[in-house]
């Protein structure tokens, strides 16, 4: 696990930001809103957690877009 709130995680914050924005679009969901709206200081409460074994950069656009 490590934080997604440092400046080598551009990548990672960008993904995080756009899953929030999407997830808002379909469930207008307040809590998304709230994060998004105070998004930099919200971040620092998100953490990336993946397996040791995953070296790539996480999957920025879906199959099919």
Do not use: H
């Amino acid at each position: 696990a490590r934080r997604i709130d440092t400046e080598d995680t551009d990548i990672e914050r960008y993904y995080l930001k756009k899953l929030l924005k999407d997830y808002y679009n379909e469930t207008q969901s307040q809590k998304a809103k709230q994060i998004l709206d105070n998004f930099r200081v919200e971040i620092r409460n998100f953490w990336l957690v993946r397996p040791k074994d995953m070296k790539g950069p996480l999957k920025m656009i879906e199959e099919g877009e």
